[in-house]
């Protein structure tokens, strides 16, 4: 595998910042230069990683470019997550920001990862038909945002509560990070050559990255985290690793699937999987409702978010349903010309079919024909050669010689219609006499 230039560059870029942030964390105490230093050094290392992933968009194999514009947005959600919290730490001093937006974008980045791997970009196969699957993309994102919105929105908006919301928060990450880190794993354990290495270093990505959800929860609940510090090292080591996995995208080669049909599996999986999605919410909502310990307030907030994410999921099932009408209607559209152009084709085998054997018969006929025809012409040459022949019996022997002849006209030239059918028909020998 060779790695291009601006790859190499943006990789020593990732790792002077890396280093950096060791170097800092090392000898540097807890301050606030210091967390505005640490916040700072994520957002260049995704920036870095956004700049590198970029150099892929213009390798044009299968789905690889759409799966790389993908990563980067996920990768540019993560950035403006991480900017925000630099504004965050530095208002921190002043106020009590919410920390909802940051969350917010951070879960929908990890929305982003999840539908790129779901493209299966070593298939040569995969995105062939994307009509549909924009929608299921739409779907999981709302669910997703309507699973923060009840689990963990309702202890910032209804009253900031961080006990109750920083576990809810930090579960519903460690859930994404954990089906992302599954589903590679079923693909890793699928793929081999290039593409194993490929996947098992996105494994890697996420394992360190939800390690540092986890570390940084852990770290935030016992008081002792502070940004810049050794924290912060599995996080900027996974964005690390998300650099060097860009210098992938020149070699990697989509690959044909060895089972048929894996593509139309694919996407009707997807499918059911958004719809149980829907399906989940107001499961989860009478599961809460049973809930005696939930204040009032955050109680009517998640009733009210119910409502309006399932108002809002039902109409994007419509419209993937009304889609799905008009591609019905289409198929079925198809399918009666192709079978008119089926039956046309068939009645036009079947007289192919009849004229060949007519052409056959005709073909026999004219040989069984030439034979008789030839023995009389025989016969009626040798009657005018006999000198003791009446002047009457000469002139019908004569005339028996020219109908032959027009006879064996009209045979050639049937015989040389039945060997070339768009040649013009010649006019027999005796019509022409006649004419």
Known sequence: ???????????????????????????????????????????????????????????????????????????????LSQAYWFYYDSLRRYSTPSPVIGDTLFLLAHVFFLSAFVLRPHSASAGRDMRFRHLDFALLTFWWLALYGYFALPWQSAGQDFSKYNPAYYLLTLIQHLMIIVGLAVVWSRSKGLWRTFYGSFICLFVLIA?????????????????????????????????????????????????????????LWTARIAMVAILSLPVIALFGSFEKSVPEQVAAFRLRLVFGAMLLLSGLVFWKLTLLARELRRMVSLSQASLENLKNVQARVTHSQKLAALGRLAAGATHEISNPLTAILGYSELLTDIPSLSPPDRESAQIIQKQVHRAQGAVNSLRNTLRNPDSPHPIPVGEREDS
């Open 1 to 79: 595998m060779s790695i291009q230039l601006r790859h190499k560059v943006f990789l020593g870029i990732a790792g002077a910042i890396f280093v950096s942030h060791v170097g800092v964390a090392a000898f540097f105490n807890q301050s606030f230069g210091l967390t505005m230093f640490g916040d700072a050094l994520p957002c260049a290392m995704l920036l870095t990683a956004i700049l590198a992933v970029r150099e892929n968009f213009r390798f044009h194999r299968a789905v690889l470019p759409l799966f790389w514009k993908l990563m980067a947005a996920g990768l540019f959600q993560m950035l």
């Open 211 to 267: 390690t540092a959800n986890l570390l940084q929860s852990v770290a935030i609940d016992r008081g002792i985290y502070y940004s810049g510090g050794f924290f912060d090292t599995p996080f900027l080591l996974s964005l690390l690793l998300v650099t060097v996995v860009a210098t992938f995208g020149p070699s990697l080669q989509p690959e044909e699937d060895k089972a048929p049909n894996r593509e139309i599996n694919q996407s």
